[in-house]
């Protein structure tokens, strides 16, 4: 069965400071998402990634993917206090298309 | 273009109640899954539908299930609820079959049950 685990679970971080949320799973994937929940709202996509070495960024967040050691790195740059939030990877196992989430990284971003 | 939309939004029920969840999609979207996010387990795949065929069903008891209508809308229904179902449950909805590119999450509605 598929599992993925991200780490850290839990990050406190000054603003400008650089930091990476790793995401590791057990089997062969098609694709890799990124998702950003904030306290009592739904998920929003941040990022799919298709391939090995696909490498996506959105202003300070860069998402990369490794497939062959299956394993997703989000970096954050100059961190700033409105990227506090919980960031989920999400996996979907290519034998039965289910998508499996990671138990996501609470990130706070302390001014 | 409107949201995934969700209702409702939140619900009291008591254990032993069952209980009909509805999500709408965006529209011309015909994939839609559900997904149950609780503090202990995470967000966890509940089942997914695409034109009115459940494609994918994830490991929850026989009380889930679900349906998709002939407008891709979903319901979700919790028969004989049990304390461990207060949850969030989200919908997601995406266009085409398949592993999605990107899927859009609705608002989830918050089911407590006491």
């Known amino acids: 069965e598929l599992k993925v685990e991200q780490n850290p679970l839990f990050l406190s971080m000054q603003e400008g400071k650089n930091y990476t949320i790793y995401c590791n799973y057990s089997?062969?994937?098609?694709?890799l998402y990124w998702y950003r929940q904030d306290p009592g709202k739904s998920l929003e996509s941040l990022f799919v990634?298709?391939?090995?070495?696909a490498v996506k960024q959105e202003g300070r967040l860069m998402a990369s993917l490794d497939t062959k050691a299956r394993l997703s790195t989000l970096h954050i740059t100059a961190a700033v206090h409105d990227l506090s939030a919980t960031y989920f990877c999400?996996?979907?196992?290519?034998?039965?298309?289910?998508?499996?989430f990671g138990k996501g990284t609470r990130l706070h971003i302390l001014p | 273009k409107a949201g995934v939309t969700q209702t409702p939004r939140y619900l009291i029920k008591t254990r032993g109640q069952q209980v009909t969840l509805s999500c709408s999609p965006i529209s011309g979207h015909r994939s839609v899954s559900w997904y149950q996010q609780t503090p202990g387990q995470g967000l966890q795949f509940l089942f997914e539908?695409?034109?009115?065929?459940q494609r994918n069903k994830g490991n929850f008891p026989g009380r889930f299930s679900g349906r998709q209508f002939s407008n891709s809308r979903s319901e979700m229904n919790v028969s004989t609820l049990e304390l461990g179902d207060s949850a969030l449950y989200l919908c997601?909805?995406?266009w085409g079959q398949g592993p999605p590119d990107t899927q859009y999450f609705g608002p989830g509605t918050r089911l407590t049950v006491l």
């Open positions: 089997t062969t994937s098609d694709r």
């Open positions: 997601a909805s995406s």
């Open positions: 999400a996996v979907d196992w290519d034998r039965d298309d289910k998508i499996i």
């Open positions: 990634l298709l391939s090995n070495g």
């Open positions: 539908y695409f034109s009115e065929t």
